[in-house]
């Protein structure tokens, strides 16, 4: 498993009962975590302080439960700073464990450039919700490309950016609907270095398009490869839906990618250390492609 075990201002204290505890900077939050099936003491004092909580509904969905919560707070990664704030679903705007692949990718964005200091590394992130993978690539000194339908969520990135520094980085937001941006781009001749994809299990188009990942990953992964260009670095997928396991994703990158560029790819699941008894809690499954070696 791939661990972001480099996190300061972030860490899960603990689990159980379908919750986790985990410390965002100074605030405690609790909550829902499909994978915690396990019911263990909840010793931590942190259980009792907690800052927020979100509780699910048995109806689906749920609600926050405030306890001294500012609206908006911050923490850091390296030298990159998010803005967090609770809103629907459980969410924060922020997905921590990402961090174990933007280590990953921002070595290899920092080598390539070693290699050839005049050379522009374009980086296109797809679904790329508020911006972290956008940010480390930024940093490691890629030109980058922005995209997601959500307006919010753009907005949301450039002031990440903003915030880390990063204001003038040649960083490109679009608001737009990631389908219909590739292929927009296959029709204009433009490549990319490298691509990051981090799809819904579920979704719509701008005119309705069901999006289901198990349907529709495969020809979208098949159609987004084409944009590679002949150079290309690396490709990562990721995936939180239960289903996609990372021999899964592991596959499809090698059917698609290896197929027509050669390189290697290597999956596994990412997850998050748990400081009270150093468990690692499974986040989601990631598959990287690179041209190099690992």
């Known amino acids: 498993m791939w661990t972001a075990d480099n996190w300061n201002d972030y860490e899960v204290l603990d689990t159980s009962a379908g919750e986790k505890l985990e410390r965002w900077g100074d605030y405690l939050l609790v909550r829902p975590d499909p994978q915690v099936i396990w019911n263990t003491p909840k010793k931590h004092p942190g259980w009792k302080k907690r800052n927020g909580h979100y509780h699910r509904s048995a109806k689906g969905g749920g609600e926050w439960e405030f306890f001294d919560l500012p609206d908006e707070w911050s923490i850091r990664y390296r030298d990159l700073t998010f803005h967090l704030k609770p809103f629907s679903f459980k969410h924060t705007g922020l997905f921590p464990e990402q961090a174990a692949n933007w280590d990953w990718f921002s070595s290899i964005i920092k080598d390539a450039r070693k290699k050839d ?14 911006g972290g993978a956008t940010l480390a690539a930024a940093k490691a000194g890629a030109q980058v490309t922005h995209v997601d339908a959500s307006k ?16 003038d980085a040649p960083i490109r937001y679009l608001v737009d609907d990631c389908m219909k941006f590739v292929e927009r781009e296959i029709r ?20 309705g398009e069901i999006w289901k990942i198990e349907e ?13 260009s002949k150079d290309a670095l690396f490709f990562l997928l990721n995936s939180y839906t239960t289903g996609l396991q990372p021999a899964v994703l592991s596959y499809m990158l090698h059917t698609v990618v290896v197929r027509d560029f050669g390189g290697q790819v290597q999956a596994s699941e990412i997850g998050l250390p748990v400081s009270t008894n150093g468990l690692i809690l499974p986040c989601g499954a990631s598959a990287r492609w690179s041209a190099g070696t690992f």
């Not at 005049?118 to 508020?130: C, D, E």
């Not at 204009?188 to 701008?206: F, L, Q």
């Not at 529709?216 to 590679?228: E, H, M, Q």
């Open 117 to 130: 200091a005049g050379r522009t590394i374009k980086v296109l992130n797809l679904f790329a919700y508020t």
């Open 152 to 167: 919010g969520m753009v907005t949301w990135a450039k002031e990440n950016a903003a915030a880390s520094g990063l204001a």
């Open 188 to 207: 204009r001749g433009n490549t990319y270095d490298a691509i990051i994809m981090d799809p819904p299990s579920y979704g719509r188009g701008p005119k």
């Open 216 to 228: 529709s990953i495969f020809p979208f992964l098949t159609l987004t490869a084409k944009i590679l």
